[in-house]
């Protein structure tokens, strides 16, 4: 939270006090949608924020679905989507995304687990170890996902040239 931040920084400069202006807002979508509205101005809300919080607020029932949700938050459905998608991951592979933030955006995070859904988590892990260690970039990724890999990554298909 926006709040939990601050208190942090505080700490690590050895400060006991601050002046602040405190809004009580009651725990649940509106403390959410307050919190998101300041990191969204300060550019650190992630996807993988977004993921968790979402997810739960559809499992426990603050929405009926995914449209309404989307609704609410003035966000397209696709993007929602994306999210709730990532949201779905298990733990080990969103710890490792949320470590590179740099490395793994919206896009980068669904490829990954489009991955995951096909070929299970050991091969993701070693997926997220590559995209890091070789820089693979989204596209290189999708292709990976598609089953189209770089050619010195695959052995070439025998028999005749076929052109599209």
Do not use: C
């Amino acid at each position: 939270s926006d709040g939990g931040r601050r208190v942090r920084a505080l700490k690590e400069a050895n400060k006991e006090s601050v002046k602040a202006i405190v809004i009580d807002v009651p725990i649940g979508i509106q403390s959410y949608k307050l919190g998101y509205d300041l990191n969204v101005q300060r550019d650190s809300q992630t996807v993988f924020d977004n993921a968790v919080v979402w997810r739960r607020f559809l499992d426990d029932k603050h929405f009926q679905s995914q449209k309404e949700l989307s609704e609410h938050l003035g966000l397209d459905e696709s993007t929602v989507a994306v999210a709730l998608s990532i949201g779905k991951l298990p733990e080990a592979i969103m710890q490792e995304m949320v470590a590179r933030p740099d490395r793994f955006g919206s896009n980068m995070a669904y490829q990954v687990g489009r991955y995951h859904n096909a070929r299970g988590t050991e091969a993701t892990l070693r997926l997220i170890n590559k995209i890091v260690s070789d820089d693979l970039s989204t596209r290189q990724v999708s292709d990976i996902v598609k089953g189209r890999v770089a050619a010195q990554e695959t052995p070439k298909a025998a028999g005749r040239q076929r052109y599209a």
